[in-house]
């Protein structure tokens, strides 16, 4: 499935918030949880979304400890984004954006409610992230199914059986799957019953087969943010010259160059990066009581206009937005003329300039925690 608009995800600095109080599950799954202006015009405001959304998390929580699954999700940082260019920016977040702000925002997953064509979600099997159909309610039962998808589950991980009342039931994988079945909120699970029933069979036990997934997305992220977006070290490596954006002679004057350099793991060469609202990230460094931000000269709206310290974020000059480009590599572009940095020469200082986006290597950077 291919979503036709550009990739810049919109991060709102908004308050940390978990869906559900702490469960007994030894698992947590910290979810960046994404909503497209199409679903806030659906429900009403940015507010509504948020409540369905914590009504799915509920939902889905209550699924998995009612059937023996050792895990529960908690919503992060939920904000508007624009869904992806292509599946594969979202659906593989080890290149893009998406891996850049699960990075940011310290989650382990990544879940975007977005209006899709049929169907009331969407996940890769082994993935990490995963989409949601708001046209057909904020449902527990669809996010945990969903999950199950990423955690190597195709549908016939689920269950069918006849009650004891004649009935015949299905459990979440099988949603929709078996017709003339009523989907019950559970999981398989071949050590409980429903209606009389197993719930479950050797193959079809979503509780034991989940285990492996569930301990490898709960963990992918180790190092999370104690303090939100913003608190984490970065270097910013580019792709051809290996080279990282660093400050000039350690100077943060404004009016110094902004260069790159070999990576010495220096002060000079840590960043932070912080969300920001519409469009933007705030990319500075700290020196004791001070910060400084990258900026563009204040005449910094053509072609070959160098980067520079600022001591505040005074406008769109000095803000910038992380792009996946065609061949799924990341730029900075600057927000007020939408042209992408890139170093001038290949050798130690060389300074950081902008340029329309000639889709090159030099303009592709890479992002690492320092922390």
Known sequence: MRYQKTLRQLLGAVAL????????????????????????????????????????????????????????????????????????????????????????????????????????????INGITNVLNPTWGFSGLILAHEYGHSCGASHDRGHSFTGNDGKLYNTAMLVNSVPGGTTIPRMSNRNQFYKGARLGDSFSDMATFMVPRIQAISGFRKLKPQNGPGDLLWSIKNRVTKKVISSYANSLNQGTPITQYDNFGVSSQTWRIVPGTLNNEVVFRSAGSFSKYLGMTSTGNGAGATVEPWSGPYGTFTRFYLETNVRGFTQLKNLNSDKVLYPSGPDNSAQLRQWQDFEQDLTQWSFDTVN
Do not use: C
């Open 17 to 124: 918030l978990s869906a559900t109080p702490a469960s007994a599950a030894n698992h947590n799954t910290d979810i960046l949880a994404m909503y497209s202006q199409e679903t806030i015009n659906m429900w009403g405001s940015e507010s509504a979304v948020k409540a369905q959304m914590r009504v799915a998390f509920t939902g889905a929580n209550q699924i998995f400890e009612d059937s023996g699954v050792d895990v529960q999700l908690s919503m992060i940082w939920p904000q508007k984004g624009i869904p992806p260019a292509t599946d594969y920016q979202l659906y593989d977040p080890g290149v893009g954006n998406s891996r850049i702000h699960m990075d940011l925002m310290g989650t382990d997953y990544v879940m975007m409610v977005m209006p899709l064509t049929g169907g009331g979600g969407f996940a890769t």
